[in-house]
């Protein structure tokens, strides 16, 4: 015997196809409710990118979609939602009255400190760096230094990973979130990224950025590149040596390397004669 849908008819099998037919019902609902749930947020929280709202939601919803009661995942995705929006940094740069360093403060510590919190002191104490080297700078770029130095390793956050390269995942989250593209492409592009683009194989998605090449990207490299995993000042050759000695020979990082270390190392010079010749 055939069913009304061409398939063999069975008797044992009649619940199953029920339970199949009514899991699929109820899911397209639930994908329903979740599209309009996506529009209501979006309007109540204004002073967030549409993206990144978009983005919660679909990270809440792959996290969640699978509950037992399906009824129940639109109210599971709305509170995961709301917990991000209670801490995503209000204030993004550019508008009025705000600096960009301490959104990027705020962001970096939302993103790194619970869950990577060595990364975090590593942030904490290029971020110091930065404030003490920002005078070689002009004053329009000092906040922008110290900003890029709280953000400069965001990429590295669980929810945020998606190439895997972390100066390019992390661009592209602050690019989501509104931040100026020059901040954007000093993340992209910091301490040599460009060479670990090459060996990981993603020199054209890094091309997303531009490389703004001038004291102010040499100055965000030598913070990073004089500063310790653990966020205390060190020399350019023991964070090398560091580097090599933790991630191992096969790492990309250290593959790099070989490609780019004179740059770096050229980069951290002249920012050294830059402070050598300028008064605190």
């Known amino acids: 015997m055939w069913s009304r849908e061409g398939l063999p008819w069975c008797g044992g099998c009649r619940g199953r196809w029920v339970t199949v037919l009514t899991t699929t019902v109820r899911r397209r609902a639930v994908d329903e409710q979740i599209r309009r749930l996506e529009s209501r947020l979006v309007r109540e929280h204004d002073?967030?990118?549409?993206?990144?709202?978009?983005?919660?939601?679909?990270?809440?919803?792959?996290?969640?979609?699978?509950?037992?009661?399906?009824?129940?995942?639109?109210?599971?995705?709305?509170?995961?939602?709301?917990?991000?929006?209670?801490?995503?940094?209000?204030?993004?740069?550019?508008?009025?009255?705000?600096?960009?360093?301490?959104?990027?403060?705020?962001?970096?510590?939302?993103?790194?400190?619970?869950?990577?919190?060595?990364?975090?002191?590593?942030?904490?104490?290029v971020a110091r760096r930065a404030e003490q080297v920002a005078r070689v700078l002009v004053p329009e770029e000092q906040d922008l230094l110290v900003a890029a130095a709280w953000l400069h390793d965001i990429g590295y956050a669980a929810?945020?990973?998606?190439?895997?390269l972390h100066?390019?995942?992390?661009?592209?989250?602050?690019?989501?979130?509104?931040?100026?593209?020059?901040?954007?492409?000093?993340?992209?592009?910091?301490?040599?990224?460009?060479?670990?683009?090459?060996?990981?194989?993603?020199?054209?998605?890094?091309?997303?950025?531009?490389?703004?090449?001038?004291?102010?990207r040499d100055a965000l490299w030598y913070c990073d590149m004089t500063t310790s995993p653990d966020g205390h000042p060190t020399t350019v050759d023991d964070r090398l040596a560091e580097i090599r000695r933790r991630r191992g020979p096969d790492d990309p990082v250290v593959r790099a390397l070989a490609i780019n270390v004179e740059e770096r190392l050229a980069a951290v010079r002249r920012t050294h004669r830059l402070l050598r010749r300028t008064t605190v």
Request: glycine share 12%; aromatic share 6%.
């Open 47 to 125: 002073g967030v990118p549409p993206s990144l709202v978009h983005e919660w939601i679909e990270h809440a919803h792959a996290r969640l979609g699978g509950a037992r009661v399906q009824d129940f995942v639109p109210l599971l995705v709305e509170r995961a939602v709301r917990a991000s929006a209670r801490d995503f940094p209000v204030g993004l740069p550019g508008m009025s009255g705000t600096y960009p360093s301490s959104w990027a403060r705020n962001t970096a510590r939302r993103l790194l400190a619970g869950n990577l919190p060595r990364r975090w002191a590593h942030t904490c104490g």
């Open 167 to 216: 100066s390019l995942d992390g661009a592209r989250y602050l690019l989501r979130a509104g931040v100026s593209r020059r901040v954007c492409g000093l993340v992209a592009h910091h301490s040599g990224a460009a060479a670990v683009a090459e060996v990981v194989g993603l020199s054209e998605g890094l091309t997303e950025f531009d490389d703004d090449r001038g004291r102010l």
């Open 159 to 164: 929810e945020l990973v998606d190439t895997g």
